[in-house]
T-cell receptor, first 112, second 112 residues
Framework: DVKVTQSSRYLVKRTGEKVFLECVQD?????MFWYRQDPGLGLRLIYF???????EKGDIPEGYSVSREKKERFSLILESASTNQTSMYLC???????????FGDGTRLSIL | LAKTTQPISMDSYEGQEVNITCSHN???????ITWYQQFPSQGPRFIIQ???TKVTNEVASLFIPADRKSSTLSLPRVSLSDTAVYYC?????????????FGSGTRLQVQP
């Protein structure tokens, strides 16, 4: 069974801090994704990656960057955290474009 | 951007069949239709995927009419544990970012 692991379930940071959210998948999937989920807004795509060192902007990339140095690991970076980035962050992976995504359990991030 | 439309919420009772319909009027030829289930504090979980006609697995059925402009997720004999949010997703990564846009989902509440 595919396992997508996010490094933290809950995280509290301060405004202006640089924040790293880590995601690891164990099925050698090519594609990895970062979403944020807010009440009433569903899941919104921040960035995705279809190969090592490759990345594409999603719908809401502003204020975020990503890193994919190894196939199994996809990191989301908040360069200077702000209170409006308080949210649930979800990582997912998939083997190819038409296969279902496998999600981690999310990181609930609070920026104070 | 292409868009999916689902009811915001539905109520049912244990043992009943539940049908959730998703509209996707501008589905593209190569698009697949995928449904996910999400419980509180967890990532979405894949339920079923289809391209046309009918697909059935151990937990659900997916009905897709010939014009593919809508799809219906059918959950037979629901139980309390089926209370969750259900998302319809259309497309695949090769069709661009629109394919990775989750709507707000349908919140299903199953009563005893």
């Amino acid at each position: 069974d595919v396992k997508v692991t996010q490094s933290s379930r809950y995280l509290v940071k301060r405004t202006g801090e640089k924040v790293f959210l880590e995601c690891v998948q164990d099925m050698d999937h090519e594609n990895m994704f970062w979403y944020r989920q807010d009440p009433g807004l569903g899941l919104r795509l921040i960035y995705f990656s279809y190969d090592v060192k490759m990345k594409e902007k999603g719908d809401i990339p502003e204020g975020y960057s990503v890193s994919r140095e190894k196939k199994e690991r996809f990191s989301l970076i908040l360069e200077s955290a702000s209170t409006n980035q308080t949210s649930m962050y979800l990582c997912a992976s998939t083997v190819n474009s038409n296969q279902p995504q496998h999600f981690g359990d999310g990181t609930r991030l609070s920026i104070l | 951007l292409a868009k999916t439309t689902q009811p915001i919420s539905m109520d049912s009772y244990e043992g009943q069949e539940v049908n959730i319909t998703c509209s996707h009027n501008n589905i593209a030829t190569n698009d697949y239709i995928t449904w996910y289930q999400q419980f509180p504090s967890q990532g979405p979980r894949f339920i079923i995927q289809g391209y046309k006609t009918k697909v059935t697995n151990e937990v659900a059925s997916l009905f897709i009419p010939a014009d593919r402009k809508s799809s219906t997720l059918s959950l037979p004999r629901v139980s309390l544990s089926d209370t969750a949010v259900y998302y319809c997703l259309v497309g695949g990564m090769d069709t661009g970012r629109r394919a990775l846009t989750f709507g707000s989902g349908t919140r299903l509440q199953v009563q005893p």
